[in-house]
């Protein structure tokens, strides 16, 4: 079975600082994973998805991601973090065989900027 | 562009009561999914449906069930509400050459 795990609960930073927020997953063959934020009240919105090919991926609103298949990883970044990217992020992981749309999730990762 | 529409956006209910949660999506997608979402506990597949016709069980299917009306809607019954399924729940889509899901805006329901 697929999990995700994401290590942080909740992580403060300063506008402009730079971001990472961790995702490790566990599955047996080459998954498909995604990033989703968010904001409060609202759904969800994905960020970036991974699925094959180059493992740097670029998202919506600046942010990337790697897979690292040897530390089953898959961190988000973020070189400068504005006052709006205060949200929550989920990693999230899918199968193969369901076109990576069954998704198993994170906990979620509360982040908090700071002015 | 709509892509998943969920209705309603918000319900209170009282215990022993029972509603359906309706979902819609306008992507062509073969694949629908029902999730809540609890603090903490990130989203929990409830059910979903592979396809017009199917429907299997997800992580959490107890108290609910489901039906594929067609290959737009999917829709999830409470047939006897308990506090314990207090919560937010989203629908979502997907298929295709296109991997990931698409998600509703959420519905926020509490029972008393």
């Known amino acids: 079975a697929q999990s995700v795990t994401q290590p942080d609960i909740h992580i403060t930073v300063s506008e402009g600082a730079s971001l990472e927020l961790r995702c490790n997953y566990s599955y047996g063959a080459t998954p498909y994973l995604f990033w989703y934020v968010q904001s409060p009240g609202q759904g969800l919105q994905l960020l970036l998805k991974?699925?094959?090919?180059?493992?740097l991926v670029q998202g919506i609103k600046g942010f990337e991601a790697e897979f690292k298949r040897s530390q089953s990883s898959f961190n988000l970044r973020k070189p400068s973090v504005h006052w709006s990217d205060a949200a929550e992020y989920f990693c999230a992981v899918g199968a193969k065989e369901t076109s990576g749309s069954r998704l198993t999730f994170g906990e979620g990762t509360q982040l908090t900027v700071n002015p | 562009n709509a892509g998943v529409t969920q209705t309603p956006k918000f319900q209170v209910l009282k215990t022993g009561q029972s509603m359906t949660l309706q979902c819609a999506q306008d992507m062509n997608h073969n694949s629908m999914y029902w999730y809540r979402q609890d603090p903490g506990m990130g989203l929990r597949l409830i059910y979903y449906s592979a396809s017009e016709g199917t429907t299997d069980k997800g992580e959490v299917p107890n108290g609910y069930n489901v039906s594929r009306l067609n290959k737009r809607e999917f829709s999830l019954r409470l047939e006897s509400a308990a506090p314990s399924q207090t919560s937010v729940y989203f629908c979502?889509?997907?298929?295709?050459?296109?991997?990931?899901?698409?998600f509703g805006q959420g519905t926020r329901l509490t029972v008393v």
């Open positions: 991974y699925f094959s090919g180059d493992t």
């Open positions: 979502a889509s997907g298929s295709g050459p296109t991997p990931g899901a698409f």
